[in-house]
């Protein structure tokens, strides 16, 4: 019962930033030439910023103090804050539905519900992967203080095999690469590589909140 | 009833509501079955803390001045209670036993004290 | 009302022993102390904001931390600085704490923010210290907390909103059945409202009690400086010498009658306070 009355709250408290999140909906859009597995990505990213929103403001107006006045238990907090990520997660899965029949009108690929399926699962476990590793720390640490630290493994995550594949490797190993790519995904279907993506964001998801749950308790003092 | 209380006197506040209204008292200012405000009203009404009220009234209770009635609040009491004037009484006991102590001390005897005192009641 | 037992924190560098004291209810109890002696350490100890190394706290009879949906169900904060998002107008503040309590009474609350002349539309952040204090106050109100909890309410007030302040937390206890708890460094303001003063010291209870025991247990002593023997130079805290004499603090227990030379005065809390304090800084 706490938990939905803070999941209130946060989203009473991003009230007056919902309007960006608009904004970030056509950012990733920019990057339909990407095919749908790239706006995926991108939104699953993007979505982290708009979800770290409400702990900046935590940080910002020192909201612990009001979560610990109001008749609310510790872990309803967390537990909370977890459904404020949850109903990002399932928001950037339903943008995506949209966002791949715009990208294929564009660029005239026909795009399969498998792939779309894909992109969503691509989301899924990337915004719990940054989200996951996000929100222990922004409630232990704070938001300030964490923030970049953060983006670092996505960074890493999306920047490393491009530059690798692109700058690093030769010629002759990089068709070796695509080779073997494009082998694995004939073997493996979209649909089922998105299971695995969803199940992974699970996994993510509720190991990130054990700790979030220590985190807050350690931070508190 | 009139109360009113002075940050620069060295008296205590809650003797200064005490002796105001004990003078009132005396005087007929307020009279036999008269309702006093209420501890807590009269603590908003002096910005005063709610003890110091309590502990003004309570003493003024045992002193035999005003009475509580359980749920009702503070009347005062008729002047000529036997409780108020045993209590005054007393009261001149205890000072004319520290006034006989002093003397003794300043190796006066009775009858000087006794002339001292007279030339007082007669200032006053 | 109010019952806190024996609570302690290990900080390392700052600890805080064996705090203990009781408000019962209707009484306005001020928790006053220097910077860092630990108010706030204790307030947050009873809000379960940081948890305690040991002792206890009741509240209503119950224990904060094993029934704190429903303690904190009965209790009213009034925080030193905005705790809600700078951008939610006042009335989205009202919503906010709505959603938390279930006798949340909304017609109260605008009666309140009328009373305290608060705009509903007008954005949180942009509010005077004065202002955000009267919207929590508000907000307690409409969910009729028993026990309201100020964190240094008054610093960064001006003279007459202290004064409006302490008026309405005198009305609020007026029925006998609520009680204030609030923290502060400006004592002037206690001196007369607080029925009693819990004073903490370096972390550890220096005094609790009736307001007025604490003045009259302590006495202010004054004096030339030929006045001041060995004797008595023992029992006076916070000694200050100047070229003309001398002052200090003494407990009445240890010196109940004036010195020869000297005068004994009744000190103002501040006072009790200012000569503890230069006793701590002298060690």
Known sequence: MSAIKMLKLDFLSVRAYIKSYILFLIYPFLFFDMGVIGIGAMCGVMFTFLAATVFSLQEKNRMERLYSAVAMPERGVVRGRYLFLAAHALTVCLVIIPLTILASRFTGRETSPAQALLAMGVAFVLFWLTAGLQAPLFFRYGYTKMRMITYAPILVIMMVPFIVFNYVVSDNTRAAISERASAIADRVSGAELAVIFFALGIIFMLVSYLCAVRGYRGAKG | ?124 | MLKVKSISKDYGKFKLEDVSFHLPPGYIMGLIGPNGAGKTTTLSIILNFISKGAGDVSILGTDHIAGEAEVKKQIGVVFDSNVFVCDWKVMEAGRAMAIFYDNWKQKTFLEMLSLFGLDGNKKVGQLSKGMQTKLMLACAFAHDARLLILDEPTSGMDPPSRDELLELLQDYIKDGNRSVLFSTHITADLERVADYITYIRGGRVFFTGPTEELIEEYRIIKGGREDLTGDLRGKIHGLRMHTTGFEGLVSRRDVSREPAGCILERGTIDEIMIYTAREDEHK
Do not use: C, H
């Not at chain 2, 002193?63 to 009484?89: A, D, H, N």
């Not at chain 2, 102590?101 to 300043?106: G, I, Q, S, T």
């Open chain 2, 1 to 124: 009833m009139k109360v009113v209380l002075s940050n620069a006197s060295t008296m205590p506040i809650y003797e200064q509501i005490k002796s105001q209204i004990r003078a009132a008292v005396m005087s007929g200012e307020l009279m036999e079955n008269e309702t006093l405000p209420s501890l807590r009203q009269l603590a908003k009404d002096l910005k005063i803390s709610v003890l110091t009220t309590m502990r003004a009234y309570s003493e003024l209770e045992q002193e035999g001045f005003i009475t509580s009635l359980q749920g009702k609040g503070y009347y005062v009491m008729p002047k000529g209670s036997q409780l108020m004037r045993e209590q005054l009484l007393r009261e001149v006991e205890r000072s004319l036993g520290e006034a006989a102590e002093a003397a003794k001390n300043a190796g006066l005897t009775g009858e000087e004290l006794a002339g001292m005192l007279r030339l007082i009641m007669e200032v006053d």
